[in-house]
């Protein structure tokens, strides 16, 4: 957390919109947006760059994030510090830069990308590891209805972090159509725990009302006596999201974020710690039923 320049090029990141539902379909055929950005990064999987971009109109504020490649040729004799122009293809559950050039003669000062981050602090909590009992948080729901983790004890609790105004469709809607398809393999199966709960947890709660995660909720055709839609006190949000390893932080009006989903089961105790956003839905489904056993 000390630095908050190299943690926010390092980590998933995701810009603020306007509140977009979230979507499980790709049939569509993809947006097109026009960006341009300094190289930040080039990850070690050949597919991954991570770029300080302008506001991209239409789709996306200033932002420091990664974004994948499907032709990895477009990443050769890139280095870092380049300045770039690309597009941006977006579908409803993918995005992707599918054109790439190098500015030869374009200087830094040419691209504005996002003002300096401003981190989550961090409360110097200790973290939590497998097998430690998760404490005890207060939230508000959907619903307007005071919540507390306790209250989920001799459940198997699964959640996750996310912000309604999330835009790009690997991150926060991509955690909320998984959660959609975990409640409704879930609620089919035979062998599923006789008591379970899934909850979303925003970390934007200046924006993320009651009222706003209600519609959401909506949307994505949630089933409330399964799966509850939480925002509440920044300092409640932000200490378990300290323990658990989920980093945020403000960029402008956007917000950057890693993602952490955690299984927790009957008895109160995490049982694992899922990073990113790359996690198959069949396997939560069989580490929630484990959790259950």
């Not at 539902?21 to 760059?49: C, H, M, N, Q």
């Amino acid at each position: 957390m000390a630095c908050a320049f190299c943690l926010a090029v390092l980590l998933t990141s995701c810009g603020q919109k306007t509140a977009a539902p979230p979507v499980t379909s790709a049939t569509s055929s993809p947006r097109i947006y026009d960006a341009k950005g300094i190289v930040k990064k080039l990850e070690s999987d050949g597919k991954t760059i991570v770029v300080s971009h302008e506001a991209i109109a239409g789709y996306m504020q200033a932002m420091t994030m990664p974004f994948e490649v499907r032709d990895t040729n477009l990443l050769r004799g890139l280095k870092t510090g380049d300045t770039i122009m690309f597009k941006l293809a977006v579908t409803p559950t993918e995005g992707w830069i599918q054109d790439l050039a190098k500015l030869d003669s374009a200087a830094p000062s040419d691209v504005t990308p996002g003002s300096q981050p401003v981190m989550h602090v961090s409360r110097a909590l200790a973290p939590l590891d497998i097998g430690d009992r998760l404490p005890d948080y207060h939230f508000t729901n959907e619903l307007g209805e005071a919540v507390s983790l306790s209250q989920f004890k001799g459940q198997v609790l699964a959640f996750t972090f996310f912000f309604t105004s999330c835009p790009f469709p690997e991150y926060c809607p991509r955690m909320t159509s998984n959660f959609g398809k975990i409640e409704q393999e879930l609620k089919k199966m035979t062998n599923a725990p006789a008591r379970w709960h899934l909850l979303s947890i925003s970390f934007d709660p200046a924006h993320d009302s009651p009222s706003r995660l209600a519609s959401y909720a909506d949307a994505a055709d949630y089933d409330k006596s399964h799966w509850s839609f939480l925002t509440g006190d920044e300092d409640q949000i932000g200490a378990l999201a300290d323990q658990i390893g989920e980093n945020y932080w403000h960029e402008g009006t956007s917000i950057g974020h890693n993602l952490r989903t955690v299984v927790v089961d009957a008895s109160g105790h995490i049982r694992d710690v899922v990073p990113g956003s790359k996690w198959n839905v069949q396997d939560l489904v069989d580490d929630i039923v484990k959790a259950g056993q």
